[in-house]
């Protein structure tokens, strides 16, 4: 399968809220609500953020949420802190037992 | 608390092989699936694959790009997934992520360090 379609960067300033977007097709995101993202700060470990869509784990601020339409799933990230500057990854069940990365998109906090 | 801990990764020349390991604490290991990701320097995430938990089989699932050359098997009584990888290729280079994945619910929540692998000569 070919990788996620997410914009290389977004930026926003403090307080504001930013939009992630994950564009996939109809045999990935399109066909289930079982889109993931993830928070990966410089030489760290990937963090799950939402899972299932819109789902927090517990200990992630509610600041994140997340949601879908169509073909594309979408990160919201509302109040922007310093902190949550960071690459943020979708991930997608693809059919056939197998899963997707997008190809990350690096947040910028001004 | 879960910790995910990979070793085994290092510096190997094309077309050998080398084993990674991935131990597990601070959860019931056979209740879940196992899967490895990797990140390829200044790249992004790939998933290279999963291992079930023997409830549901102990069967296998793999990227593309590596099946018939990476094999992930488990060991549920030392708590210790491993990724075996053969026929390496240069492309192959990247740190390898163990995860903790729900299965058929296909995400990871826990994510081990990483260990580096380089594929050169």
Known sequence: ?110 | EVQLVESGGGLVQPGRSLRLSCTASGFTFGDYAMSWVRQAPGKGLEWVGFIRSKAYGGTTEYAASVKGRFTISRDDSKSIAYLQMNSLKTEDTAVYYCTRVLVYRYYFDYWGQGTLVTVSS
């Open chain 1, 1 to 110: 399968q070919s990788a996620l379609t997410q914009p290389a960067s977004v930026s926003g300033s403090p307080g504001q809220s930013i939009t992630i977007s994950c564009t996939g097709t109809s045999s990935d995101v399109g066909s289930y609500n079982l889109v993931s993202w993830y928070q990966q700060h410089p030489g760290k470990a990937p963090k799950l953020m939402i899972y299932e869509v819109s789902k927090r784990p517990s200990g992630v601020s509610n600041r994140f949420s997340g949601s879908k339409s169509g073909n594309t799933a979408s990160l919201t990230i509302s109040g922007l802190q310093a902190e949550d500057e960071a690459d943020y990854y979708c991930c997608s069940y693809a059919g056939s037992s197998s899963v997707v990365f997008g190809g990350g998109t690096k947040l910028t906090v001004l």
